[in-house]
């Protein structure tokens, strides 16, 4: 059969009638703000036993002469990414990485994504976040990620014309970027696994290392010879451990967006403007 054209079926989706069966009787896009926390985000390697190829960016010839800015979560808030590139004053010769979730969530994933398309930050690496994961199976009937966040998401894609060019973007992110010393991806690593053995759901999803709430962070654990820069799990200051770097300061949630220069160390943050999504396992960090 046919695959629908993503163009087509997203009006569909946002009105929450499935392209295959199940997305049916969705809460209105409105109520966003109340959506309950996603458990899915606790999944880990033992969920899904597959082994999905790991597609590892090499940057072999790391030049310590150029500034190398890892940026946080994004998720769709484009005026604070636009003033965070501004505090960075980045040259055209400084490499600029982020480490996934350009969208979902915030007030303007599409604004973020033509970016990347066809304005300033068309040549610059993205890892894959598990946001930008939800959309194809979304748009295919899959019920899983069909949240208000994600059809909003989609809604926004395609009334800006951009929401094949968009996924065709996506599909092209890496999981990973080995820098040598230091290695960028989206959630983290599995401690004791080597970089090409790591599972597409740990580099996307993991925290703990048992998969549930109450368990011990992967970050406690891991004593790898490259430092993890990360995001996907919330902070409300920075988490800099020698082998950790965890940069996710929650802008969508009314934190901050934050960049971390490899060369130097140093946190570049810039405040929220607003609580653009109110996460009930997330508010309290920024109350």
């Known amino acids: 059969m046919r695959r629908p054209h993503a163009e087509d079926v997203a009006k569909r989706v946002a009105a929450g009638v499935a392209v295959r069966g199940g997305i049916r009787h969705l809460a209105d896009a409105d109520t966003v703000e109340h959506e309950k926390d996603d458990s899915s985000e606790w999944l880990h390697v033992a969920d899904d036993t597959r082994r999905m190829p790991v597609r590892v960016s090499e940057l072999s010839r790391y030049d310590r002469s150029m500034a190398t800015h890892v940026i946080g979560d994004v998720h769709g808030c484009q005026d604070e990414l636009s003033e965070l590139l501004d505090n960075l004053g980045a040259t055209s010769g400084d490499r600029l990485i982020f480490v996934g979730d350009l969208v979902v969530r915030g007030p303007d994933s599409a604004g973020v994504v033509r970016r990347f398309l066809d304005g300033d930050l068309a040549h610059t690496t993205v890892i894959l976040g598990n946001n930008e994961d939800k959309l194809r199976p979304t748009l295919d009937g899959d019920p899983t990620y069909a949240t208000p966040a994600v059809l909003e998401t989609i809604r926004q894609l395609s009334d800006a014309g951009i929401l094949e060019a968009s996924l065709a973007l996506f599909d092209g992110f890496p999981l990973l970027l080995d820098l040598g010393d230091v290695v960028v991806a989206h959630a983290g690593l599995r401690p004791g696994v080597p970089l090409s053995e790591q599972s597409r759901v740990d580099l996307l999803k993991i925290k703990t290392i048992n998969g549930q709430p109450d368990g011990a962070m992967w970050w406690?654990?891991?004593?790898?010879?490259?430092?993890?820069?990360?995001?996907?799990?919330?902070?409300?200051?920075?988490?800099?451990?020698?082998?950790?770097?965890?940069?996710?300061?929650?802008?969508?949630?009314?934190?901050r967006?934050?960049?971390?220069?490899?060369e130097t160390g140093v946190f570049t943050s810039v405040r929220a403007r607003a609580t653009y999504y109110r996460h009930p396992g997330k508010a309290y960090l920024f109350e």
Do not use: M, Q, S, W
């Open 220 to 255: 406690e654990f891991y004593d790898g010879r490259e430092t993890v820069v990360f995001g996907h799990h919330v902070f409300r200051d920075p988490l800099g451990l020698p082998k950790a770097i965890g940069i996710d300061t929650g802008c969508v949630y009314g934190g």
């Open 257 to 262: 967006l934050t960049a971390i220069t490899l």
